[in-house]
């Protein structure tokens, strides 16, 4: 796959953003987060839980952070890669450019329980509730950290946060500064990126970034190319400024992909959007937050879906002043979209333009019932198009055996509200159907309990554990037996699993840790019939997966980082289960250049993550060069 314009214009951009800056040389971050102890990083503030930063000890969920620093001393060099990382996600690989992503199960390409933000906007899809991951891609370098909550978040993030909450967080803009250019390259493509950070006046800062990508094509298993490689440029900003108490963040981004022909598996895409974001104190010092931002997306895939979506969100959160041991935070938001369908030789929505729009308001009340218990309660209405007000309830209770312990429950009920593939659906696009829309479709609900305990024996060993049962209500499924099917609230049934992991700090220079998620479904139709088929269509999930991940340091300039993944087999469509290697080995040249290794799927030639062994991807071993220089 030619690269030539690529180079073009990271050297454009590189030209751009070091020449203000030529001749001035700061050394390299290395280890921003490497030198912490794992009481410190217990200490990592989180905000996904609560809505309030707090420590990651005490967040009375499931939740796990992918800071900086693994990021960095990772493989990955896309965001799904990087979600590797967490254990309590399942990460497949579909094809070249996209990924089944979901927490709790019910994984497919088009997942719609697991709500994903970027710095505060949600980047899930008005066509289905999921996220098109080749539509949504960040520059590494710039995360500071991914917040993934396993269970739901509907009180805070409201519909479609039902079996868990992805908020990925990017480094603010005084921390950027300087001049950055990464470079990682294989024979079946890469990633080029380039940063620029200034100063705006006395109290702003500025960063400036550009990236480019390009993927080749995977290959079934006969060797056959699926056609699924493509390309894709992105540039964007963002600057802060503080007064005082007051902090006012501006960003955005513009992509652009699918430079080769377009198709179902390498769409043409089109998008950008435009964050501001205001945080403030009022005169009695309470603090508030008022965010806005503009979305748009287009989407073209030839035969199947060619869409586009424009949306406008604004979000409002205040936490008035309180007694002593209590808090309470309380919001409200407004979302409009108007999402729009062209007829495709495969698919028709009628009507194929809809105006949407969701409303909300929420509050959230904490408050100490004694010195170690803690109860949280909270409930969110939320309006949206379709179905009309929904309430999203839920209540935590924290139990502090020490500083060091903590044990905690929760039950919440969480809603998938429905989207256009639910109501507006027909295949194929003209008459007789085969699926003739869902006009009677409504939400589907999952009440949910949890049982979770963290913890850090002495200094050196950290560990989460939480055990889960959600039952479901409603979920999709079309009428058995009836052609044309329409799509229906047909299947329900309990999901039940454990989620498990632990750090090992073993000296300064070493740290291991380790993590496992199992869970069981065991759903029916709520009519007492029997169709296997539309049920499998849910999501393909395996029983269990575990990881394991080792990071050593090589004197005061190498570092050599190695995880192990092994996920179980899927059961429809099969896949059988696999073990996967990763590694990254790493040497700082100088104070201003790094150079390392990467290794992707090291222990097999091929394997298939996804989808029936005739029509999947071949996931094949990779070996990446990879040069970050920073002034």
Same mark, same amino acid.
């Given at each position: 796959?030619?690269?030539?314009?690529?180079?073009?214009?990271?050297?454009?951009?590189?030209?751009?953003?070091?020449?203000?800056?030529?001749?001035?040389?700061?050394?390299?971050?290395?280890?921003?987060?490497?030198?912490?102890?794992?009481?410190?990083?217990?200490?990592?503030?989180?905000?996904?839980?609560?809505?309030?930063?707090?420590?990651?000890?005490?967040?009375?969920?499931?939740?796990?952070?992918?800071?900086?620093?693994?990021?960095?001393?990772?493989?990955?060099?896309?965001?799904?890669?990087?979600?590797?990382?967490?254990?309590?996600?399942?990460?497949?690989?579909?094809?070249?450019?996209?990924?089944?992503?979901?927490?709790?199960?019910?994984?497919?390409?088009?997942?719609?329980?697991?709500?994903?933000?970027?710095?505060?906007?949600?980047?899930?899809?008005?066509?289905?509730?999921?996220?098109?991951?080749?539509?949504?891609?960040?520059?590494?370098?710039?995360?500071?950290?991914?917040?993934?909550?396993?269970?739901?978040?509907? @009180?805070?993030?409201?519909? #479609?946060? /039902?079996?868990? +909450?992805?908020?990925?967080? $990017?480094?603010?803009? &005084?921390?950027?500064? %300087?001049?950055?250019?990464?470079?990682?390259?294989?024979?079946?493509?890469?990633?080029?990126?380039?940063?620029?950070?200034?100063?705006?006046?006395?109290?702003?800062?500025?960063?400036?970034?550009?990236?480019?990508?390009?993927?080749?094509?995977?290959?079934?298993?006969?060797?056959?190319?699926?056609?699924?490689?493509?390309?894709?440029?992105?540039?964007?900003?963002?600057?802060?400024?503080?007064?005082?108490?007051?902090?006012?963040?501006?960003?955005?981004?513009?992509?652009?992909?699918?430079?080769?022909?377009?198709?179902?598996?390498?769409?043409?895409?089109?998008?950008?959007?435009?964050?501001?974001?205001?945080?403030?104190?009022?005169?009695?010092?309470?603090?508030?937050?008022?965010?806005?931002?503009?979305?748009?997306?287009?989407?073209?895939? @030839?035969?199947?879906?060619? #869409?586009? /979506?424009?949306? +406008?969100?604004?979000?409002? $959160?205040?936490?008035? &002043?309180?007694?002593? %041991?209590?808090?309470?935070?309380?919001?409200?938001?407004?979302?409009?979209?108007?999402?729009?369908?062209?007829?495709?030789?495969?698919?028709?929505?009628?009507?194929?333009?809809?105006?949407?729009?969701?409303?909300?308001?929420?509050?959230?009340?904490?408050?100490?019932?004694?010195?170690?218990?803690?109860?949280?309660?909270?409930?969110?209405?939320?309006?949206?198009?379709?179905?009309?007000?929904?309430?999203?309830?839920?209540?935590?209770?924290?139990?502090?055996?020490?500083?060091?312990?903590?044990?905690?429950?929760?039950?919440?009920?969480?809603?998938?509200?429905?989207?256009?593939?639910?109501?507006?659906?027909?295949?194929?696009?003209?008459?007789?159907?085969?699926?003739?829309?869902?006009?009677?479709?409504?939400?589907?609900?999952?009440?949910?309990?949890?049982?979770?305990?963290?913890?850090?024996?002495?200094?050196?060993?950290?560990?989460?554990?939480?055990?889960?049962?959600?039952?479901?209500?409603?979920?999709?499924?079309?009428?058995?037996?009836?052609?044309?099917?329409?799509?229906?609230?047909?299947?329900?049934?309990?999901?039940?699993?454990?989620?498990?992991?632990?750090?090992?700090?073993?000296?300064?220079?070493?740290?291991?840790?380790?993590?496992?998620?199992?869970?069981?479904?065991?759903?029916?139709?709520?009519?007492?019939?029997?169709?296997?088929?539309?049920?499998?269509?849910?999501?393909?999930?395996?029983?269990?997966?575990?990881?394991?991940?080792?990071?050593?340091?090589?004197?005061?300039?190498?570092?050599?980082?190695?995880?192990?993944?092994?996920?179980?087999?899927?059961?429809?469509?099969?896949?059988?289960?696999?073990?996967?290697?990763?590694?990254?080995?790493?040497?700082?040249?100088?104070?201003?250049?790094?150079?390392?290794?990467?290794?992707?799927?090291?222990?097999?030639?091929?394997?298939?993550?996804?989808?029936?062994?005739?029509?999947?991807?071949?996931?094949?071993?990779?070996?990446?060069?990879?040069?970050?220089?920073?002034?």
């Amino acid at each position: 796959m030619k690269t030539s314009s690529h180079l073009k214009f990271l050297v454009v951009l590189a030209l751009a953003f070091t020449a203000p800056l030529a001749g001035a040389i700061a050394s390299l971050p290395i280890a921003s987060l490497a030198d912490l102890s794992l009481e410190q990083l217990s200490e990592i503030q989180v905000t996904s839980v609560s809505g309030r930063a707090e420590p990651l000890q005490n967040a009375a969920s499931s939740v796990f952070v992918i800071t900086h620093d693994d990021i960095r001393r990772s493989a990955a060099t896309t965001l799904p890669e990087a979600l590797r990382l967490a254990p309590n996600l399942q990460v497949a690989q579909v094809s070249a450019g996209r990924y089944a992503i979901s927490a709790r199960g019910f994984n497919n390409d088009i997942a719609n329980k697991l709500l994903v933000l970027i710095d505060g906007r949600s980047v899930y899809s008005t066509l289905f509730s999921g996220v098109f991951w080749d539509a949504n891609a960040v520059m590494l370098d710039d995360v500071e950290r991914i917040e993934v909550i396993s269970g739901p978040g509907g @009180t805070l993030w409201g519909a #479609n946060a /039902v079996n868990g +909450v992805i908020n990925v967080i $990017t480094r603010d803009a &005084a921390a950027t500064q %300087g001049t950055l250019v990464s470079v990682v390259r294989s024979a079946p493509g890469g990633r080029a990126a380039v940063r620029w950070g200034g100063a705006l006046g006395e109290t702003g800062h500025l960063r400036l970034y550009g990236l480019a990508d390009d993927r080749d094509h995977t290959r079934l298993g006969s060797g056959a190319s699926r056609n699924d490689g493509d390309s894709r440029r992105q540039v964007g900003f963002r600057a802060d400024w503080e007064a005082g108490p007051s902090r006012l963040t501006v960003q955005g981004d513009a992509y652009r992909g699918g430079d080769y022909p377009s198709s179902g598996l390498a769409p043409r895409l089109r998008g950008g959007n435009l964050l501001a974001s205001w945080s403030s104190r009022f005169a009695n010092g309470s603090p508030y937050r008022l965010q806005a931002y503009y979305d748009t997306a287009e989407r073209d895939e @030839t035969t199947v879906l060619r #869409n586009s /979506v424009a949306s +406008v969100d604004l979000q409002f $959160t205040h936490e008035p &002043a309180m007694p002593p %041991g209590q808090q309470l935070l309380w919001g409200a938001g407004y979302r409009r979209a108007r999402d729009a369908n062209q007829t495709t030789a495969l698919v028709l929505f009628a009507p194929p333009e809809r105006l949407l729009s969701w409303a909300n308001v929420f509050v959230q009340h904490q408050v100490d019932l004694s010195d170690r218990w803690k109860l949280t309660v909270g409930a969110k209405a939320e309006r949206n198009s379709y179905t009309g007000v929904e309430f999203l309830p839920s209540a935590r209770l924290a139990f502090q055996h020490s500083p060091r312990h903590m044990s905690w429950m929760g039950a919440s009920r969480a809603v998938r509200a429905p989207s256009r593939i639910d109501r507006d659906f027909y295949l194929p696009a003209r008459a007789p159907f085969l699926i003739a829309g869902g006009s009677n479709f409504q939400s589907e609900t999952a009440n949910v309990l949890e049982l979770g305990h963290r913890g850090q024996l002495q200094a050196d060993v950290t560990y989460a554990v939480t055990a889960f049962r959600q039952y479901y209500k409603g979920l999709r499924a079309g009428i058995p037996g009836r052609i044309p099917t329409t799509v229906e609230n047909q299947i329900e049934g309990p999901g039940q699993g454990l989620e498990t992991w632990v750090q090992w700090q073993v000296n300064p220079d070493w740290r291991l840790a380790a993590g496992y998620t199992g869970m069981r479904k065991h759903l029916r139709f709520s009519s007492g019939a029997a169709d296997a088929f539309s049920i499998s269509n849910l999501g393909n999930d395996p029983q269990g997966q575990w990881n394991l991940r080792s990071s050593l340091n090589l004197g005061s300039r190498g570092e050599f980082d190695l995880i192990v993944r092994h996920v179980g087999a899927l059961p429809s469509p099969a896949v059988a289960a696999y073990t996967a290697v990763d590694a990254r080995l790493a040497w700082r040249v100088s104070p201003t250049l790094e150079l390392s290794l990467l290794g992707q799927n090291l222990l097999d030639g091929q394997h298939v993550e996804f989808n029936a062994l005739g029509v999947a991807s071949q996931i094949e071993r990779r070996v990446l060069l990879k040069a970050v220089w920073q002034l």
